[in-house]
């Protein structure tokens, strides 16, 4: 029953803040590209569905905030009726008042890094087709390259060079194979017009219209060349996997360059992405600055959907000491709080991207100091 009602009082205020703080930022960020918009040439309707995708990016920014308004606002009016009084002198431990919220937080941060990981890029990648292309769905054709795979067989190398790779079809062009022999010879693989190509079978890489040498061991020149029309090579272990594996490595070094100024004030990339590029590029060492980027944003994306259950622990205490005050009191006191944790996450995603500080380090350093101090607070409560 204490629950239900707790719950109640939270969820009324809950829904006016999300629904007000998205319709404010959505008017703001409408208000700061619309001439962009225009520029473009969008029409009214694909403004509308840019304000629809745009809608999972500005949640995770609105949850916690709201969250944080919503439950100042509750646990105020709960103090200045002295429910809270009430409650404490019935048995009911803070730890006990604070379940329903926790549980609200971590259902928040479960939304939050579902909506980054999943919703996120999909909304992202329709916007950007929106405002590159004035509407149009011009997909990408998904080709790749060129990308350098190479694999070890024991002790015999593998390696394709050089090749263009479509992750959709898994299919390969412009590609130059060499495969080591038992005899301590190789075959090399490369492509003999416009028309070669090779594609994924069931027992191993076909290839079409293609160039076969084969080197005798220690030879430069080949043995023997061929011109085959099609050829099975099911010795070949490098899969369309590893290719895909290291075509998004490469496409995720290439946003990092392109948007370098945003790493260190932004998290711009998914828990999915940045592993598969940490996999994918695993002889990147701590010297390397790249490293201290991928760990940061990595750690950081992994640190945001907490920052919902530190949000509780934060306006737990803040709501019982500002109950008896105006409600403007509450509402100030969770501005300065969402500057403050904003501005010292800005802080150590910087220091840790740029390797100033460790990025497992900055990127928990806001919520460890938040968590802190509200159970700091709410101990003296007790």
Not at 25 to 53: K, N, P
Not at 191 to 210: C, I, K, L, P, Q
Request: charge should be neutral; include cysteine.
């Amino acid at each position: 029953m204490l629950d239900r009602y707790l719950l109640r009082e939270l969820l009324v205020p809950l829904f006016y803040c999300l629904v007000g703080f998205q319709v404010f930022w959505l008017a703001f960020d409408l208000y700061s590209h619309l001439d962009e918009y225009r520029d473009a040439g969008l029409t009214a309707s694909q403004i509308a569905q840019l304000c629809v995708m745009k809608m999972p990016e500005l949640l995770s920014t609105v949850l916690p905030v709201a969250l944080l308004l919503a439950l100042l606002y509750a646990l105020s009016n709960h103090a200045r009726h002295n429910e809270l009084v009430a409650m404490r002198a019935a048995g009911v431990s803070l730890l006990r008042l604070s379940t329903p919220y926790l549980a609200v937080g971590l259902a928040f941060g479960a939304v939050q890094f579902s909506v980054a990981e999943f919703l996120g890029p999909r909304a992202d990648a329709r916007v950007t087709a929106l405002t590159s292309g004035s509407g149009s769905r011009r997909g990408d054709d998904g080709w790749r390259g060129p990308l350098t795979v190479e694999h070890e067989v024991g002790a015999l190398r593998q390696s394709i060079e050089n090749a263009r790779f479509n992750i959709e079809t898994g299919e390969m062009r412009e590609f130059i194979v060499e495969i080591e022999t038992a005899d301590g010879g190789r075959q090399k693989i490369s492509e003999n017009s416009g028309n070669s190509r090779a594609e994924w079978v069931e027992d191993g890489w076909m290839f079409y219209d293609v160039l076969r040498d084969v080197h005798s061991r220690g030879g430069d020149f080949p043995q023997h060349s061929r011109i085959e029309d099609s050829i099975l090579i099911p010795e070949l272990e490098i899969t369309p996997e590893e290719l895909r594996r290291v075509a998004q490595a490469q496409g995720l070094r290439q946003r990092f360059a392109d948007q370098k100024d945003k790493v260190g004030k932004h998290l711009i990339f998914t828990v999915a992405e940045l592993r598969g590029f940490r996999d994918a590029q695993s002889g990147i060492g701590p010297d390397d600055p790249l490293y201290a980027q991928v760990q940061t944003q990595l750690h950081g994306r992994l640190a945001q959907p907490w920052m919902c259950v530190v949000v509780v622990l934060i306006a737990l205490p803040f709501g019982a000491f500002l109950g008896r005050r105006s409600g403007f009191v509450g509402v100030a006191a969770s501005v300065v709080l969402c500057l403050a944790y904003f501005i010292l996450f800005r802080i150590g995603l910087a220091l840790g991207t740029g390797g100033k500080l460790v990025p497992i380090a900055a990127a928990w350093l806001p919520n460890a100091v938040f968590a802190m101090t509200g159970i700091g607070l709410s101990w003296r409560l007790r």
